[in-house]
């Protein structure tokens, strides 16, 4: 194979791209340089997974790259007609996050069953107070979503004693269908969204969902912001008709300082770094270099995304 070019899109690209380096041409661009340098690419990597630049960008006709790889799980901020229609290949970053964002979830749920937001607000205000807790094992919880991070967190909670139900798109051995989810909901202590992004799920979880769930249930949401209908979520919770939530994931990122949402009561807000550990990057620029690797020898790429479903499909 004759020399690639390789474009790597974002303001803050891998340090340590060395295998490819030593085998292609790499160009790094921002989003003002992107729409010139897609067609003369054959690989994007696109490292900047948080922008609308590449979908924005995206040639209709003509040249364009026969392999576009996201350094994220998601690849909602990247499907557009023309790249779904498209023969490029689209690969993600499957593999690197799941279980941190499973031990994510499982420090969230013991953090609420346990009170520690309430023991350290006690602590600050030098106050014994002694209370009880709600014992984990035998709670029950819906992790909607059954890719491999929905299937970390069923792991990482049933650790714990927690009675999961994993909920897919359609049923199939060890996992209920998404027409089964009204009737698990009102028995959960835990509803996690661990969902992709689609045209089906956008907003799924809305008025309807929250209005089925116990008063005392807790809700997370580490898939997609726009799986939520922020509204809703605030009338619940301001309503205290369910018991409290967590959002690493927001409808539009970074999360404003003056969005109403950092005030709603028994509401969590961490910044989008559920799956974001120390050397995540690295593991990252890793996991592309070993595809490009494959992609040069002519073997077929890992994680190759079904770009009419917007996820890799389950084994």
């Keep these: 194979m004759s020399e690639s070019t390789v474009v790597v899109f974002g303001d803050r690209p891998p340090v340590h791209l060395d295998r490819v380096a030593d085998r292609a041409k790499v160009l790094v661009c921002d989003e ?5 340098a897609l067609p003369a690419a054959d690989v994007l990597l696109v490292w900047d997974f948080t922008s609308d630049a590449v979908r924005d960008a995206w040639p209709g006709e ?38 941190p964002i499973a ?83 009102p028995s959960a202590d835990w509803v996690v969204c661990a969902a992709p992004l689609t045209d089906a799920t956008r907003g799924m979880f809305d008025r309807t969902i929250f209005d089925r769930m116990k008063s005392t249930a807790r809700f997370i949401n580490v898939g997609r912001g726009p799986l939520v209908v922020e509204k809703d979520l605030t009338a619940a919770l301001v309503a205290r008709r369910i018991g409290g939530a967590a959002l690493d994931v927001f409808e539009h990122e970074p999360l404003a300082s003056d969005d109403p949402l950092w005030d709603v009561p028994g509401l969590f807000i961490s910044p989008h ?6 050397g995540w990057r690295d593991h990252l620029a890793d996991q592309f270099q070993d595809n490009y690797e494959r992609w040069c020898a002519g073997e077929p790429l890992l994680n190759i995304v079904d770009k009419r479903l917007g996820y890799v499909p389950v084994d």
């Design 62 to 99: 003509g040249p364009r790259p026969a392999w576009v790889h996201t350094a994220s799980a998601g690849v909602d901020r990247l499907l557009c007609p023309e790249l779904v229609t498209s023969d490029t290949v689209l690969t993600n970053a499957r593999g690197v996050f799941e279980q």
């Design 32 to 36: 003002n340089s992107l729409p010139q």
């Design 273 to 278: 770094m559920s799956g974001d550990t120390v």
């Design 103 to 185: 031990e994510y979830v499982a420090g969230l749920v013991i953090s609420m069953a346990k009170d520690f937001h309430g023991t350290w607000e006690l602590q600050r205000q030098r106050r014994w107070q002694h209370r009880e807790t709600m014992r984990l094992a035998g709670t029950r919880a819906v992790v909607v979503g059954a890719g491999p991070i929905g299937r970390a967190i069923d792991t990482a909670l049933a650790s714990l004693g927690v009675v999961v139900d994993l909920v897919g798109r359609t049923a199939r051995p060890g996992v209920r269908g998404g027409d089964e989810l009204p009737e698990l909901l």
